[in-house]
């Protein structure tokens, strides 16, 4: 017979309880708490996460199952749909929002040294958003359509260990290039986009806190070459050139030099077009950045 920790036990144990136990006493965390604790909460709900439970019901049922061993994995309080409803209605949202930030921290430092595939010692984070539908009956207030609801997950992740550094939820109706307003931009760092995201006073602003970005660009893009680099094209490369824009509005809100790069992708028998402001890595590095994104 095992008479070791359960498995559940030995993930916890990673936790920083220091850390959690001040996120608590931050936002007053066991005001009016008797039984239920905030770690029973967050045991439950991880549990919930790690054995894809999918109700409240179920969490229920299957903690309860094992309530001799309950013990053994953290949770003092008696676990119920009820009580774990209200625990999490009523609890501070951000006592768990902070507690993710710190482990952020922790694992970002852990990965700090991984290869991801491009020699590059600066951070490489990539920006997307996905679009989760919801039923509108179950969740009128995220009205999406006329008889869809959805909501939006905006996710910075740093590919280095594929760590989300940044999250934000919204509607599903708001457009991704709004998400930017929200960054706090890394000096020395490269964000990777794609063509939903061109908004050139966006991107300007992204350059004046000297962070770099990779775009694709549009089809319609209108722009005076400068210069061109040259380039090797057994690598796929096509061009590589230092452009300005032309546009009224365009060059307005990015008056600024643009560095534009055309590759060919033999394998999807694709041609990209990126556009960035950094003018020191080789054109291939480049191409081979946004290849990361995927």
């Known amino acids: 017979m095992y008479f070791g920790k359960i498995i559940f036990s030995q993930i916890i144990d990673h936790l920083p309880m220091h850390t959690f136990r001040r996120c608590v006493n931050r936002y007053r965390g066991h005001y009016k708490v008797k039984h239920f604790s905030c770690l029973d909460q967050y045991l439950c709900m991880a549990f919930?996460?790690?054995?894809?439970?999918?109700?409240?019901?179920?969490?229920?049922?299957?903690?309860r199952a094992q309530q001799s061993k309950l013990y053994h994995i953290g949770i003092r309080g008696k676990v119920s749909r009820n009580t774990l409803a209200n625990a999490n209605k009523v609890r501070d949202w951000r006592i768990y929002a902070d507690l993710a930030q710190a482990l952020i921290h922790m694992a970002r430092r852990l990965y700090s040294h991984e290869d991801f595939g491009v020699q590059l010692d600066e951070t490489v984070y990539a920006l997307d958003a996905t679009?989760?539908?919801?039923?509108?009956?179950?969740?009128?207030?995220?009205?999406?359509?006329?008889?869809?609801?959805?909501?939006?997950?905006?996710?910075?992740?740093?590919?280095?260990?594929n760590i989300p550094t940044f999250i934000h939820i919204s509607d599903g109706?708001?457009?991704?290039?709004?998400?930017?307003?929200?960054?706090?931009?890394?000096?020395?760092?490269?964000?990777?986009?794609?063509?939903?995201?061109?908004d050139f006073e966006r991107l300007h602003t992204l350059s004046s806190f000297s962070a770099f970005f990779v775009i694709r660009a549009k089809s319609n893009l209108k722009f005076r070459r400068l210069y061109s680099h040259p380039i090797d094209k057994t690598t796929g490369l096509r061009c590589d050139q230092t452009i300005v824009l032309t546009g009224f509005y365009p060059y307005k809100r990015y008056p600024a030099k643009l560095r534009r790069v055309k590759y060919y992708?033999?394998?999807?028998?694709?041609?990209?077009?990126?556009?960035?402001?950094?003018?020191?890595l080789p054109a291939f590095t480049i191409t081979q950045l946004y290849k990361c994104r995927w």
């Open 131 to 161: 679009t989760i539908d919801l039923c509108l009956s179950v969740f009128p207030w995220a009205h999406f359509r006329q008889t869809k609801a959805a909501i939006k997950l905006h996710t910075l992740l740093d590919l280095r260990g």
């Open 173 to 198: 109706k708001l457009h991704d290039l709004n998400v930017l307003d929200k960054l706090l931009p890394e000096p020395g760092a490269f964000y990777l986009m794609d063509r939903g995201y061109l």
């Open 48 to 63: 919930a996460q790690l054995t894809y439970r999918e109700s409240l019901r179920d969490i229920q049922a299957c903690l």
């Open 265 to 280: 992708d033999s394998e999807t028998h694709t041609t990209f077009v990126f556009l960035t402001n950094n003018f020191t």
